[in-house]
Protein backbone atom coordinates (compact mmCIF):
# COMPACT_ATOMS: atom_id res chain seq x y z
CA UNK A 1 0.00 0.00 0.00
CA UNK A 2 1.09 3.09 -0.62
CA UNK A 3 0.88 6.45 1.24
CA UNK A 4 0.25 9.62 -0.25
CA UNK A 5 2.45 12.63 0.43
CA UNK A 6 6.26 13.05 2.10
CA UNK A 7 7.73 10.18 3.24
CA UNK A 8 8.28 10.56 7.60
CA UNK A 9 12.14 10.90 8.38
CA UNK A 10 13.69 7.93 9.55
CA UNK A 11 15.27 8.46 13.24
CA UNK A 12 18.78 8.80 11.74
CA UNK A 13 17.34 11.36 9.56
CA UNK A 14 16.64 14.00 12.09
CA UNK A 15 18.73 16.63 13.51
CA UNK A 16 20.48 15.70 16.93
CA UNK A 17 18.58 18.17 19.66
CA UNK A 18 21.59 20.28 20.18
CA UNK A 19 21.96 20.99 15.97
CA UNK A 20 18.53 22.19 16.19
CA UNK A 21 17.30 26.16 16.41
CA UNK A 22 16.01 26.29 19.63
CA UNK A 23 12.21 27.72 18.92
CA UNK A 24 10.41 30.03 16.22
CA UNK A 25 7.80 32.03 17.02
CA UNK A 26 5.29 33.30 14.72
CA UNK A 27 2.62 35.51 15.31
CA UNK A 28 -0.44 36.37 12.94
CA UNK A 29 -0.18 34.29 10.13
CA UNK A 30 -1.39 30.70 8.88
CA UNK A 31 0.82 27.25 9.47
CA UNK A 32 0.78 24.85 6.95
CA UNK A 33 2.64 21.99 5.55
CA UNK A 34 4.91 21.74 2.48
CA UNK A 35 6.25 18.61 2.11
CA UNK A 36 8.84 18.39 5.27
CA UNK A 37 8.86 22.05 5.96
CA UNK A 38 6.98 24.41 8.00
CA UNK A 39 4.90 26.97 6.28
CA UNK A 40 4.05 30.42 7.29
CA UNK A 41 1.85 32.75 5.63
CA UNK A 42 0.89 36.40 6.11
CA UNK A 43 0.64 39.20 4.02
CA UNK A 44 4.43 39.42 2.76
CA UNK A 45 4.36 36.31 1.11
CA UNK A 46 5.09 32.21 2.70
CA UNK A 47 8.37 31.60 4.81
CA UNK A 48 9.39 27.64 4.89
CA UNK A 49 11.03 26.23 8.16
CA UNK A 50 12.64 22.87 8.11
CA UNK A 51 10.55 21.03 10.74
CA UNK A 52 13.73 18.56 11.57
CA UNK A 53 15.89 20.83 12.39
CA UNK A 54 13.39 23.45 14.80
CA UNK A 55 12.79 22.20 18.52
CA UNK A 56 10.08 24.54 20.06
CA UNK A 57 7.42 26.17 17.66
CA UNK A 58 5.47 28.73 19.58
CA UNK A 59 2.46 30.03 17.90
CA UNK A 60 1.13 33.49 19.41
CA UNK A 61 -1.82 35.41 18.48
CA UNK A 62 -3.36 35.73 15.23
CA UNK A 63 -2.22 32.06 14.19
CA UNK A 64 -3.86 29.42 12.55
CA UNK A 65 -2.27 26.05 12.26
CA UNK A 66 -3.30 23.34 10.20
CA UNK A 67 -3.29 19.26 11.00
CA UNK A 68 -0.85 18.44 8.54
CA UNK A 69 1.46 21.08 9.99
CA UNK A 70 0.84 19.49 13.46
CA UNK A 71 1.50 16.19 11.73
CA UNK A 72 4.75 17.06 10.54
CA UNK A 73 6.09 18.69 13.82
CA UNK A 74 5.11 15.54 15.62
CA UNK A 75 6.57 13.18 13.29
CA UNK A 76 10.03 15.73 13.48
CA UNK A 77 10.45 15.36 17.20
CA UNK A 78 9.49 19.18 17.52
CA UNK A 79 7.06 20.07 20.42
CA UNK A 80 4.38 23.31 19.91
CA UNK A 81 3.46 25.66 22.69
CA UNK A 82 0.46 28.14 22.32
CA UNK A 83 1.33 31.43 23.71
CA UNK A 84 0.38 35.31 24.56
CA UNK A 85 2.44 37.49 22.45
CA UNK A 86 6.06 37.02 22.24
CA UNK A 87 5.58 34.36 24.50
CA UNK A 88 4.69 35.63 27.73
CA UNK A 89 2.07 33.54 28.35
CA UNK A 90 1.22 29.91 28.52
CA UNK A 91 -1.93 28.34 27.11
CA UNK A 92 -1.23 24.57 25.80
CA UNK A 93 1.19 22.51 24.41
CA UNK A 94 1.53 19.37 22.04
CA UNK A 95 4.07 16.94 22.85
CA UNK A 96 7.44 17.62 24.75
CA UNK A 97 10.70 18.75 22.70
CA UNK A 98 12.38 15.52 24.51
CA UNK A 99 12.37 12.32 23.47
CA UNK A 100 14.10 10.94 26.62
CA UNK A 101 12.34 11.05 30.09
CA UNK A 102 15.59 11.63 31.53
CA UNK A 103 14.73 14.84 33.13
CA UNK A 104 11.33 13.86 33.84
CA UNK A 105 12.69 11.27 36.29
CA UNK A 106 15.39 12.95 37.51
CA UNK A 107 12.77 15.80 38.66
CA UNK A 108 10.52 13.11 40.30
CA UNK A 109 13.27 11.01 41.89
CA UNK A 110 14.78 14.37 43.34
CA UNK A 111 11.49 15.91 44.79
CA UNK A 112 10.26 12.27 46.24
CA UNK A 113 13.53 11.56 48.51
CA UNK A 114 13.42 14.11 51.26
CA UNK A 115 16.88 14.53 51.54
CA UNK A 116 17.52 15.61 47.58
CA UNK A 117 14.35 17.98 47.47
CA UNK A 118 16.28 20.02 50.29
CA UNK A 119 19.52 19.45 48.30
CA UNK A 120 17.45 21.26 44.98
CA UNK A 121 15.78 23.85 47.46
CA UNK A 122 19.25 24.78 48.49
CA UNK A 123 20.71 24.94 45.42
CA UNK A 124 17.37 26.99 44.32
CA UNK A 125 18.57 29.49 46.91
CA UNK A 126 22.15 29.53 46.21
CA UNK A 127 21.55 30.42 43.07
CA UNK A 128 19.82 33.87 44.52
CA UNK A 129 22.47 34.46 46.87
CA UNK A 130 25.74 34.09 44.75
CA UNK A 131 28.82 33.43 46.95
CA UNK A 132 27.01 32.62 49.81
CA UNK A 133 27.23 28.92 51.47
CA UNK A 134 23.14 27.41 51.81
CA UNK A 135 24.42 23.97 52.23
CA UNK A 136 23.81 23.81 56.38
CA UNK A 137 20.69 26.19 55.93
CA UNK A 138 16.91 24.45 57.14
CA UNK A 139 13.96 25.28 54.75
CA UNK A 140 12.89 27.56 57.09
CA UNK A 141 15.68 29.57 57.53
CA UNK A 142 16.19 29.76 53.37
CA UNK A 143 12.62 30.80 53.36
CA UNK A 144 13.47 33.46 56.42
CA UNK A 145 16.44 34.95 54.12
CA UNK A 146 14.92 34.75 50.59
CA UNK A 147 11.38 36.79 52.41
CA UNK A 148 14.83 39.57 53.66
CA UNK A 149 16.09 39.30 50.56
CA UNK A 150 13.29 40.65 48.87
CA UNK A 151 12.02 43.49 51.04
CA UNK A 152 15.22 44.69 50.26
CA UNK A 153 14.96 44.91 47.23
CA UNK A 154 11.45 46.18 47.11
CA UNK A 155 13.53 49.02 49.47
CA UNK A 156 16.10 49.77 47.54
CA UNK A 157 14.03 49.95 44.11
CA UNK A 158 11.81 52.36 46.03
CA UNK A 159 14.40 54.71 46.89
CA UNK A 160 15.98 54.59 43.24
CA UNK A 161 12.63 55.56 42.05
CA UNK A 162 10.89 57.30 44.92
CA UNK A 163 7.62 55.54 44.43
CA UNK A 164 5.90 54.87 48.05
CA UNK A 165 6.02 50.73 48.84
CA UNK A 166 3.86 49.26 51.82
CA UNK A 167 4.11 45.40 51.13
CA UNK A 168 3.36 43.30 48.39
CA UNK A 169 -0.99 43.47 48.36
CA UNK A 170 -3.29 41.95 45.42
CA UNK A 171 -6.59 40.76 44.91
CA UNK A 172 -6.81 38.24 42.25
CA UNK A 173 -10.47 38.77 41.76
CA UNK A 174 -9.83 42.16 41.60
CA UNK A 175 -6.79 43.77 40.13
CA UNK A 176 -7.25 47.11 40.15
CA UNK A 177 -7.50 47.15 44.07
CA UNK A 178 -3.97 47.36 44.53
CA UNK A 179 -1.61 50.28 43.84
CA UNK A 180 0.40 50.82 40.02
CA UNK A 181 3.39 49.25 41.99
CA UNK A 182 1.20 46.06 42.68
CA UNK A 183 -0.53 46.07 39.44
CA UNK A 184 2.47 45.85 37.63
CA UNK A 185 4.47 42.93 39.68
CA UNK A 186 1.03 40.91 39.35
CA UNK A 187 0.96 41.38 35.47
CA UNK A 188 4.94 40.99 34.94
CA UNK A 189 4.95 37.80 37.66
CA UNK A 190 2.08 36.02 35.55
CA UNK A 191 4.12 37.07 31.65
CA UNK A 192 7.28 35.53 33.61
CA UNK A 193 5.15 32.37 34.56
CA UNK A 194 3.81 31.64 31.29
CA UNK A 195 7.38 31.76 29.66
CA UNK A 196 8.83 29.81 32.43
CA UNK A 197 6.03 27.39 31.55
CA UNK A 198 6.90 27.32 28.37
CA UNK A 199 10.25 25.91 28.94
CA UNK A 200 9.39 23.84 31.55
CA UNK A 201 6.86 21.87 29.05
CA UNK A 202 8.96 21.82 26.15
CA UNK A 203 11.97 19.93 28.05
CA UNK A 204 9.62 17.00 29.74
CA UNK A 205 9.04 18.09 33.18
CA UNK A 206 6.36 18.00 34.77
CA UNK A 207 5.13 21.33 36.33
CA UNK A 208 3.47 20.37 39.03
CA UNK A 209 6.24 18.50 40.65
CA UNK A 210 7.73 21.33 42.76
CA UNK A 211 10.83 21.16 45.33
CA UNK A 212 10.15 24.46 47.34
CA UNK A 213 6.30 25.28 46.38
CA UNK A 214 3.83 22.20 46.72
CA UNK A 215 0.25 21.61 46.04
CA UNK A 216 -0.07 23.25 42.64
CA UNK A 217 -0.25 22.08 39.37
CA UNK A 218 2.43 25.19 38.48
CA UNK A 219 4.71 24.51 41.67
CA UNK A 220 7.93 23.75 39.43
CA UNK A 221 6.79 26.89 37.43
CA UNK A 222 6.67 29.15 40.61
CA UNK A 223 10.19 27.41 41.35
CA UNK A 224 12.15 28.38 38.50
CA UNK A 225 10.45 32.47 38.23
CA UNK A 226 11.69 33.22 41.42
CA UNK A 227 15.04 32.57 40.39
CA UNK A 228 13.94 35.70 38.34
CA UNK A 229 12.20 38.12 39.79
CA UNK A 230 14.58 40.29 41.86
CA UNK A 231 16.25 40.95 38.94
CA UNK A 232 13.21 41.11 36.15
CA UNK A 233 9.57 42.13 37.22
CA UNK A 234 10.40 43.50 40.55
CA UNK A 235 12.70 46.49 38.77
CA UNK A 236 10.11 46.71 35.87
CA UNK A 237 7.27 47.20 38.51
CA UNK A 238 8.80 50.31 39.84
CA UNK A 239 9.79 51.99 36.72
CA UNK A 240 6.51 51.40 35.08
CA UNK A 241 4.94 53.37 38.22
CA UNK A 242 6.86 56.07 38.01
CA UNK A 243 6.05 56.59 34.05
CA UNK A 244 2.64 55.75 35.29
CA UNK A 245 1.02 54.48 31.94
CA UNK A 246 -2.58 54.32 31.02
CA UNK A 247 -2.64 51.16 31.58
CA UNK A 248 -0.11 49.46 33.71
CA UNK A 249 -0.84 46.03 33.36
CA UNK A 250 -0.81 46.03 29.37
CA UNK A 251 2.40 48.01 29.85
CA UNK A 252 4.52 45.43 32.48
CA UNK A 253 3.43 42.90 29.62
CA UNK A 254 4.59 44.48 26.72
CA UNK A 255 7.56 45.76 28.68
CA UNK A 256 8.99 41.69 29.20
CA UNK A 257 8.35 40.70 26.30
CA UNK A 258 10.50 43.15 25.02
CA UNK A 259 12.96 41.87 27.24
CA UNK A 260 12.73 38.47 26.75
CA UNK A 261 12.45 39.69 22.83
CA UNK A 262 15.55 37.42 21.07
CA UNK A 263 15.95 34.13 23.40
CA UNK A 264 18.50 34.70 25.66
CA UNK A 265 16.33 34.26 28.83
CA UNK A 266 14.56 31.19 26.86
CA UNK A 267 18.18 29.55 27.05
CA UNK A 268 18.96 30.77 30.26
CA UNK A 269 16.01 28.85 31.98
CA UNK A 270 16.72 25.89 30.00
CA UNK A 271 20.14 26.12 31.35
CA UNK A 272 19.05 26.77 34.85
CA UNK A 273 16.72 23.95 34.78
CA UNK A 274 19.21 21.27 33.60
CA UNK A 275 21.84 22.57 36.19
CA UNK A 276 18.93 21.58 39.34
CA UNK A 277 17.63 18.37 37.87
CA UNK A 278 20.97 16.94 36.17
CA UNK A 279 23.97 19.14 37.19
CA UNK A 280 26.76 15.99 36.31
CA UNK A 281 25.69 16.59 32.51
CA UNK A 282 27.04 19.07 30.75
CA UNK A 283 25.12 20.87 27.53
CA UNK A 284 26.56 18.44 24.73
CA UNK A 285 25.71 15.80 26.61
CA UNK A 286 22.31 16.96 28.10
CA UNK A 287 21.19 17.99 24.50
CA UNK A 288 22.39 14.53 23.22
CA UNK A 289 20.04 12.95 25.88
CA UNK A 290 16.94 14.88 25.75
CA UNK A 291 16.84 13.57 21.97
CA UNK A 292 17.37 9.92 22.88
CA UNK A 293 14.92 7.99 21.13
CA UNK A 294 15.56 4.59 23.56
CA UNK A 295 12.90 2.33 25.06
CA UNK A 296 14.56 0.52 28.30
CA UNK A 297 12.33 -1.62 30.92
CA UNK A 298 13.07 -1.67 34.30
CA UNK A 299 14.43 -4.17 36.06
CA UNK A 300 14.32 -3.49 39.42
CA UNK A 301 16.14 -0.86 41.70
CA UNK A 302 17.51 0.86 39.27
CA UNK A 303 18.43 -1.52 36.76
CA UNK A 304 17.11 -1.19 33.16
CA UNK A 305 17.38 -3.55 30.35
CA UNK A 306 16.79 -3.31 26.23
CA UNK A 307 13.63 -3.07 24.95
CA UNK A 308 12.52 -4.37 21.75
CA UNK A 309 14.08 -7.80 22.83
CA UNK A 310 11.74 -11.01 23.78
CA UNK A 311 12.95 -12.61 27.37
CA UNK A 312 12.46 -15.58 28.60
CA UNK A 313 11.32 -17.77 25.31
CA UNK A 314 13.03 -20.51 26.57
CA UNK A 315 11.52 -20.56 30.65
CA UNK A 316 8.76 -23.42 31.35
CA UNK A 317 5.83 -21.56 32.93
Known amino acids: MTIPGARPPDLPDLVRAQDRMTFIYLEKCRIHRDANAITATDERGVVHIPAASLGALLLGPGTTVTQQAMVLMAESGSTVVWVGEEGVRYYAHGRSLAHSSRLLEAQAQLMTNQSSRLRVAREMYAMRFPGEDTSGLTMQQLRGREGARIRRAYREHSRRTGVPWSRRDYEVEDFAASDPVNQALSAANTSLYGVVHSVIVAL ?63 DRCVRDVRHLLLPEDDDDSFDARLGENVVQLWDGSRRAVAGGTGYGEDTPW
Open 204 to 266: GCSPGLGFVHTGHVRSFVYDIADLYKAELTIPLAFDLAVEEPFDIGAAARRALRDRFHGGAFL
